[in-house]
C-alpha cells in the first residue's frame, strides 16, 4: 500500500517555489524606493525581466539543491515571503 502523505515531485516543486517567492517580496520590497527615480516603465519592465531571472535560477537550483534541503528551505521561504508581504501592506 502506498503512503498517502508521501509529497509527490510536483508538490515539491511548489513547495520549493517559495525561495524565488521569498527573494521577489523582497525585490519588491527593496524596489519601491525606485519606482520615481526610473520612471513607471522603465521600472516595470525591469521588475518583469528580474522576476523572469530569479524564477529561472529557482529552477536551477531546484535541480541543484538535495531534495532533503528543499522542503525546509520552501516552507521558510514562504513564510518569510507572507512576512514581508504583509509588511508591505502596512507600508503602502
Known sequence: MQNPFKIDEGARAMIFAGV???LLCVLTY???PLNHLV???VWIWGFCVAAGIL???GMVAYKA???RLILPLG???WIIA???LRSLKKAV
Open 82 to 84: 507572507f512576512g514581508i
Open 39 to 41: 520612471g513607471d516603465k
Open 20 to 22: 524565488p517567492c521569498c
Open 55 to 57: 524564477m529561472a535560477l
Open 30 to 32: 527593496a524596489s519601491i
Open 75 to 77: 516552507i521558510a521561504g
Open 65 to 67: 539543491i538535495p531534495k
